[in-house]
């Protein structure tokens, strides 16, 4: 487990190099990343050179984390998590629930923690003393210290550490020695080998080349627990596909929770890639679509000018086809996008509301949906678990918008109505992780078993 003291602290960057500089060495390397995010799994699937899974605490369990750790990390030699923020942050300021150091406790993983070491002496030393002794039970098995100033400056933070008998220093990193990663106003960009070269990742593979004991690191990894197989009661993968669900993947849509996916494969759901950028239409007999989040704004001219594909959607759903969107596939659905520019481009119009741009976030963090009608993914009182991310609003809504959602944020208690529901299309801002309730799944097939002529 990489973890950081705090969110900034290079841990991505780090993680990166990590895992180019073992894949380099020929070991193949599975990555996760805990949390809710699309992001940052983009870039460690691309230097892995396998799909990246999110492990999150909150919307999950430990049973479900387990299981999916010992799933995909099968044939792999070497698994690395990176963490999310600081070690002890997540949703509840009063316990471990959602944070790094509740996955690492779950996983009886150990952890390299990466601070700031810039303008600090023994007073780094303290720094991950507290961090060493706040958890007892998590295993601090070594630092890495960022933003160092020299190789005097290392030898003295090794020292600090060792005088006080604290986790070993297995790696300095002097400042500027790590390319900055591309980034906009959600943290990092999706990454693509446009935005995220092999040159890149071999610069970060030759910065912890240098500045990181790997050996010492391989063996902290071998002296882990052995990832165990957990004796599960689910059915077999269903291997025979009885619906065929259509998923938008391109530059505008394409953050998905990888187990989610496969959960409706193993549901017995054929999904079928499509592009609203670039199609000019759905692909054939499909049952349902599912639109998922991404850049809608910043390709909303060209979504806008695909009048083939807004059609053939806006026609899907008028035979009452299953159509879900999350967060940017809400705002495909919406009559139109607003720029910060006050530039409008039209879009489905099948939720009867705007989407404006916002020059500030308008929501961030865990929610838990409760289902007021029966809709895609369960009955009334239902409860499914998600996060929301997202710098655009609504704007104009009707107030006879039928909603199915009652959404309870972590810090109100006054529940938001959501879910925006008409026949079988349903959007919402929220982005759920199907496994945090059972029957979703099996709720959401069987509508688009209604929808086979």
């Keep these: 487990m990489i973890a950081g003291t705090q969110s900034g602290v290079g841990k991505t ?16 390397v599975q990555t996760f990343k805990v949390g809710p995010d699309y992001l940052d799994p983009t870039y460690l699937a691309l230097a892995s050179g396998r799909p990246c899974y999110n492990l999150d ?84 098995a070594g630092v890495i210290a960022n933003q160092c100033g020299s190789d005097r400056h290392a030898e003295g933070i090794s020292n600090s ?7 070993p220093l297995l790696g300095a990193v002097k400042r500027g020695a790590l390319p900055e990663l591309p980034s906009r106003h959600l943290g990092l960009v999706t990454a693509d080998a446009k935005r995220f070269s092999q040159a890149a990742l071999d610069q970060l593979a030759d910065a912890m080349e240098a500045a990181l004991a790997l050996d010492k690191i391989l063996e902290v990894a071998r002296r882990a627990a052995p990832v165990q197989r957990i004796p599960t009661n689910n059915t077999q993968p269903n291997r025979l596909k009885t619906v065929r669900l259509g998923i938008a993947r391109d530059e505008a849509f394409h953050f998905y929770y990888p187990d989610n996916l496969e959960a409706l494969e193993n549901a017995g759901c054929e999904l079928v890639a499509f592009s609203p950028l670039h199609h000019r239409g759905l692909p054939s007999d499909l049952q349902g679509i599912y639109i998922g989040g991404g850049y809608p704004e910043e390709h909303a001219q060209a979504l806008a000018a695909n009048r083939e594909m ?18 940017g596939g809400l705002m495909y659905l919406s009559e139109g996008i607003e720029k910060l520019d006050g530039t409008r481009h039209s879009m489905l119009g099948l939720l009867s509301a705007w989407t404006r741009m916002c020059p500030r976030r308008q929501s961030l963090g865990y929610v838990e949906v409760e289902l007021t009608r029966d809709c895609l993914w369960g009955k009334p009182g239902e409860r499914v678990r998600g996060h929301e991310f997202h710098y655009s609003e609504l704007t104009n809504v009707p107030s006879n918008c039928e909603s199915a959602y009652a959404l309870h944020h972590r810090r109100t208690d006054c ?23 059972p029957g979703a799944i099996a709720h959401f097939v069987q509508h688009l078993k209604t929808c086979i002529p």
Excluded at 13 to 28: C, D, E, H, Q, W
Excluded at 127 to 133: K, W
Excluded at 418 to 429: M, N, P, T
């Design 161 to 167: 550490l060792s005088s006080a008998e604290l986790p």
């Design 13 to 28: 960057s780090i993680t990166l190099g990590l895992v180019a500089a073992f894949k380099r060495r020929g070991l193949r």
């Design 415 to 437: 529940p938001a109505a959501e879910g925006f529901q008409r026949g079988s299309v349903l959007a919402s801002y929220t982005h759920l992780h199907f496994a945090s309730q």
């Design 310 to 327: 807004l059609e053939a959607i806006r026609k899907f759903a008028a035979q009452g086809r299953v159509i879900y969107a999350e967060c």
């Design 57 to 140: 605490g909150w919307m999950t369990s430990q049973k479900y984390v387990r299981e999916l750790l010992a799933h995909a990390s099968s044939g792999s030699d070497l698994v690395i998590i990176e963490g999310v923020m600081g070690l002890f942050d997540g949703a509840d300021p009063a316990t471990l629930a959602g944070s790094t150091a509740e996955i690492a406790r779950w996983l009886e993983a150990p952890v390299l923690l990466v601070a700031n070491a810039h303008g600090a002496g023994r007073s780094f030393a303290a720094t991950v003393h507290g961090y060493t002794t706040f958890v007892p039970e998590i295993c601090l």
